[in-house]
């Protein structure tokens, strides 16, 4: 039986609280949150203790998932880390690249197991293409949200692109070499919608947008490589491929188009999607490498990759608003 402490009981907090009851070998000691209010609401409807001292709470347990804001994030995570407890952590796994670094070298010097929660991952329309082949070479993201106060602490770029940020490098397994970066300051002090161009070395460049002030939701991936295309459809939890037909392919929807080449033969493959509860997933996962000594499913290294390029692209934006101002 695991020990685990919740830090952090808001919005995405509950959702953690009421997944972890029902995953099995876990027992929940309690939670820390430092919002009376609220942790009086959660102590009454989950019947779980409130620990004030987040440090009392860490000495009750083996591991700790953080639903706490981002600029909290680093001292719990620490304060975890040098108790030997292992570490599910919401994205971004940290505030700045300095403090990411800095966990990255405290998990490798405690031996623990700590996980990032970047929940696409546990999509059930990206797992339906758990398996396949692939080779991008041009991606299209659209993520769009409408407005919510709640996660406005950090910039769009941190608080939704960073989801197909991970996606996008767990994909292309290549350093990338040029970012080409826009960004708007609409409703908060930090970028509200932005456009990114990512170009890497092997080739593959994939275009990003993602905005938090748009009148309707859309969480799609295209991606475009030799011979085929998938499109990824988040938010409605579909999948398509189309690509040319091949050995196996007679049971799929087929059709021709004529190209410079000759005629060429389509099929339409839907693999099939299994509704699943991406966040249990992803903790579910978290608990399995705990009990079995195996690696985590989100890597502290692949999360300080993603904030990595994410804080280049902030950089990239924040360059070109200077260059705009100056030029006024």
């Known amino acids: 039986m695991i020990k685990l402490g919740i830090f952090g009981a808001g919005h995405l ?3 953690h609280i009421n997944n972890w009851k029902e995953i099995s070998g876990i027992e929940l000691v309690g939670f820390y949150d430092p919002d009376d209010s609220n942790a009086a609401k959660v ?22 998932d953080i639903v706490a ?28 690249m300095a403090e990411g670094n800095a966990i990255v070298k405290l998990v490798r010097e405690a031996g623990i197991k700590l996980q990032v929660g970047h929940v696409e991952r546990f999509n059930p329309a990206f797992l339906a293409l758990k398996g396949y082949d692939f080779h991008p070479m041009f991606i299209e993201v659209h993520r769009l949200a409408q407005f919510n106060p709640r996660g406005t602490e950090v910039s769009v ?3 939704l692109m960073i989801h197909d940020i991970d996606i996008v490098l767990h994909l292309v397994k290549s350093d990338v070499k040029n970012i080409s970066a826009s960004g708007v300051a609409v409703m908060t002090e930090t970028p509200d919608i932005a456009n990114v161009r990512l170009e890497f070395n092997n080739g593959c460049v994939a275009n990003l947008t993602s905005s938090r002030i748009s009148m309707k939701k859309m969480r799609k991936m295209r991606v475009f490589q030799k011979d085929a295309y998938i499109g ?3 938010l409605a939890r579909k999948t398509e491929i189309i690509k040319l037909k091949g050995e196996g392919d007679d049971q799929l929807f087929s059709f021709d188009i004529e190209t410079p080449q ?3 033969t389509l099929a339409i493959d839907n693999p099939v999607v299994e509704d699943n509860n991406a966040i249990r997933m992803e903790l579910t996962a978290f608990r399995d490498s705990i009990l079995n000594n195996t690696a985590t499913a989100v890597s502290e290294r692949e999360g300080l990759e993603a904030m990595h390029i994410a ?11 200077a260059i705009a101002k100056s030029s006024i």
């Open 13 to 15: 907090g509950k959702f």
């Open 43 to 64: 102590e009454k409807q989950y019947h779980l203790k409130r620990f004030a001292d987040p440090a009392e709470l860490i000495s009750l347990v083996d591991a700790v």
């Open 69 to 96: 804001p981002t600029n909290h994030h680093f001292v719990l995570c620490e304060m975890a880390i040098r108790n030997g407890k292992h570490v599910f952590v919401e994205k971004p796994m940290a505030d700045t």
């Open 157 to 159: 770029i941190l608080d």
């Open 232 to 234: 990824i459809d988040f």
């Open 262 to 264: 000759g005629i060429r």
């Open 311 to 321: 804080h280049q692209i902030l950089q990239k934006i924040e360059s070109n608003f």
